[in-house]
């Protein structure tokens, strides 16, 4: 059977059961439908005197168009853990509709580790990413309205930062003119649109800890300098309030459960290339104080989410990961190592072992933080005898803690060896603390960052961005935390240097300023803001039949 026909079999049980085995009162609840709900923000102030579960982070190997198995293996471990007696939640990203339309298909796990109900979950769910859509596009809206009225706030037509959003993968939007057709339209500038997931106000929801930290964030947010060079930011407007009423259901983190039962929050969706890559804060600390184990998951590579997580976001929101898990496959392994695509299929212990050193490095990686590190090796149907007992040869030289993960196939049955050494590793010695000071300069945060993580010699600024980083300095942002965009299919920044490159120049072409999100992003390479569909799309594939059925999402 397909994803799509297992989900179909499973039987759900009522979002309201879930709920109160979890410890969520029916008063913080509101259900859409039979099989999802939302849980007001507000009761974390009702459990915020509990104690914190454990925190394990799922993060992986650089990925591949092969497959690590990342989300699948977060769902999956959560499963083990209950099976094995441990009260656990786990808290994911929502799907963005572009990729799903795109090239991706679904994003709710797999097999038998699925967050359902899983075409509710990878269509429009409860709404959060639409509403985050409108509030970004008011912001768009009000500025060119300002411009055309009068502008009071001398706002530099030429030096507006903030483009317009939408949740679809559109290249053709990617650069536009707007206010064409008379001066009634307003005043003809450049333009462009860029994916709802990599909009400020998606990390700004992601982010904020309650309506007052969102209304606050949102009136941080810096849309563009006047002309006199100094920043306008959206407060100087006054819609940041108007901004945070669109988004005060979307704050609440969504309650659904695993094909086994397992309560899980699907919440929030920034990209871990582009922005910190994680779900909401809120949902997190919410499902820390609810249960023994927390399961999140980081996007793409340990290098990009997983680094993130570590450096940023637990220190924002005060977590202190209790085990770091890298998802690796051995197919993603092999084209790592420089095997093709299209002999996957084939035995390559070559390319395997080449490939082996992008885990070894993900794994010293993610170690340098203190935190227990174990790698679980997703398997898959034509991994062959001899690249299995390779792989776990090693990771045994290399002293790295390793176990094979079924989840796809068996559920949590699946995970159950991956959950005892995850608990076995929780209770040992850890001393986590973030590589990065968020108070460094930025220019210390990215010199440790790129030879720490990114395994270069050295680091350039170009022109631009050494530019901003003057505009940055001068306006007090020189030492604020730092997110790198770059490119998730290498731990460089060049997509085709695969593997372990190491010594060579770390480029940055551009510095951001995402105010209200709290983090100047480092913009390395050509980061695509906007994706396209490919000529033969998902959205090629995905039909419904008189009956309301679905198919084609996977």
């Avoid at 992986?60 to 656990?88: C, D, V």
């Avoid at 306008?232 to 039962?261: C, F, S, W, Y």
């Avoid at 927390?294 to 989410?305: K, R």
């Avoid at 850890?430 to 990215?446: C, G, R, T, V, Y």
């Amino acid at each position: 059977m397909n994803d799509l026909e297992i989900a179909r079999q499973a039987q759900l049980r009522p979002i309201t059961e879930i709920a109160k085995e979890a410890g969520i009162p029916v008063e913080y609840l509101k259900p859409y439908g039979n099989s999802i709900a939302k849980v007001s923000h507000k009761f974390y102030d009702v459990l915020k005197e509990r104690p914190n579960g454990k925190l394990i982070l799922v993060t992986a190997i650089t990925p591949t168009s092969a497959g690590e198995g990342k989300t699948t293996t977060s769902i999956g471990l959560a499963m083990a853990l209950n099976r094995i007696g441990k009260k656990t939640f786990v808290t994911l990203r929502e799907p963005s509709l572009g990729p799903v339309m795109g090239i991706k298909g679904g994003a709710a796990g797999g097999g038998y580790a699925q967050v359902l109900p899983m075409e509710e979950i990878n269509l429009h769910f409860t709404g959060d990413i639409h509403a985050v859509t409108t509030a970004h596009n008011l912001l768009s809206a009000s500025i060119d309205a300002h411009i055309k009225f009068g502008n009071n706030l001398d706002i530099d037509s030429t030096q507006i930062f903030w483009p317009r959003a939408m949740d679809m993968n559109d290249r053709a939007l990617r650069s536009i003119v707007v206010g064409l057709g008379g001066r009634s339209n307003g005043f003809p500038r450049e333009d462009g649109f860029i994916i709802t997931a990599a909009s400020e106000v998606m990390a700004v929801l992601c982010l904020a800890k309650d309506i007052s930290d969102l209304k606050e964030r949102l009136g941080n947010i810096v849309l563009g300098l006047n002309k006199h060079g100094d920043f306008v930011r959206v407060r100087d407007l006054g819609v940041h309030g108007a901004m945070a009423a669109v988004l005060k259901d979307a704050i609440d983190p969504n309650l659904v459960q695993t094909i086994e039962g397992t309560p899980a929050f699907v919440h929030g969706g920034p990209f871990a290339n582009i922005a910190h890559g994680t779900n909401s804060i809120i949902a997190t600390k919410m499902a820390l104080k609810l249960s023994d184990f927390v399961v999140t998951e980081a996007g793409f590579g340990a290098d990009l989410g997983g680094e993130k997580f570590l450096d940023f976001v637990s220190p924002v929101g005060e977590f202190e990961p209790a085990v770091v898990v890298i998802v690796a496959s051995i197919r993603a392994l092999k084209l790592n190592g420089g095997a093709d695509k299209k002999s996957l299929g084939s035995e390559d212990i070559a390319a395997l072992k080449k490939g082996f050193e992008n885990l070894k490095v993900h794994y010293e990686n993610m170690r340098k933080y203190g935190v227990p590190v174990v790698v679980a090796i997703n398997i898959f149907p034509d991994d062959t005898s001899g690249e299995k007992k390779l792989l776990g040869e090693l990771c045994k030289e290399n002293n790295i803690p390793y176990e094979t993960s079924t989840v796809w196939k068996n559920g949590g049955k699946g995970g159950v060896a991956l959950a005892e050494r995850v608990v076995e590793l929780s209770n040992t010695s850890n001393q986590f603390k973030p590589l990065i000071s968020l108070d460094a300069p930025i220019e210390e945060k990215l010199k440790i960052i790129t030879k720490e993580i990114y395994r270069a010699g050295s680091y350039t600024l170009e022109p631009k961005a050494r530019k901003m980083l003057k505009v940055l300095k001068k306006q007090g942002f020189g030492d604020y935390p730092v997110i790198v965009a770059k490119t998730q299919y290498s731990i460089s920044d060049d997509a085709k240097k695969l593997g372990a490159p190491s010594g060579y120049n770390f480029q940055i072409r551009d510095l951001t300023l995402s105010a209200g999100a709290g983090f100047v992003v480092a913009v390395s390479g050509d980061i695509m803001l906007m994706p396209g569909l490919p000529g033969n799309s998902n959205a090629q594939k995905i039909d419904i039949d008189e009956n309301g059925e679905i198919t084609g999402l996977f």
